[in-house]
C-alpha cells in the first residue's frame, strides 16, 4: 500500500501557475503508476495526468494538453503537476492517485488515494 498525500493548492487568478505536489510512502514508490485526477463541485471525478513508474511515458487529458507537465522525483519519492494558465475551468479538487498499471483513466483501476488539495482559479 502507497500512502499520498498532496499539497501545493490554493487561489489564484486566471492565466497564474502552480504546481502540485503528491509525496508518496509505503511500498516502493518506483513500482507504480501515478495520476492525477481532478473533481469540480457537482461532476464526476476525471482524470487529469498520469506518469509511468520509470517516468518515461506521460498521457494527458485532452484539456490540460500543452499547459500541464507531470513529472517525478523518484530520489524525493514526489509526483509534481505544473499547471500554467490556468483557467475558472480548472477549478477543482486535485487528488493523486497511484495504481498498478500505467494507461488507464479510470479511478476505480487506481487503489491508493490522497486526501486532495483545493485550486480555485478566479477569473
Known amino acids: 500500500q502507497v500512502q499520498l498525500v498532496e499539497s501545493g493548492g490554493g487561489l489564484v487568478q486566471a492565466g497564474d501557475s502552480l504546481r502540485l505536489s503528491c509525496a508518496a510512502s509505503?511500498?516502493?514508490?518506483?513500482?507504480?503508476?501515478i495520476g492525477w485526477f481532478r473533481q469540480a463541485p457537482g461532476k464526476e471525478r476525471e482524470f487529469v495526468a498520469q506518469i509511468r513508474w520509470s517516468g518515461a511515458s506521460t498521457d494527458y487529458a485532452d484539456s490540460v494538453k500543452g499547459r500541464f507537465t507531470i513529472s517525478r522525483d523518484n530520489v524525493k519519492n514526489t509526483v509534481y503537476l505544473q499547471m500554467n494558465s490556468l483557467t475558472p475551468e480548472d477549478t477543482a479538487v486535485y487528488y493523486c492517485?497511484?495504481?498498478?498499471?500505467?494507461?488507464?483513466?479510470?479511478?476505480?483501476?487506481?487503489?491508493?488515494w490522497g486526501q486532495g488539495t483545493q485550486v480555485t482559479v478566479s477569473s
Open positions: 492517485a497511484a495504481g498498478p498499471l500505467y494507461g488507464s483513466k479510470w479511478p476505480r483501476d487506481f487503489g491508493s
Open positions: 509505503g511500498r516502493t514508490f518506483s513500482l507504480y503508476a
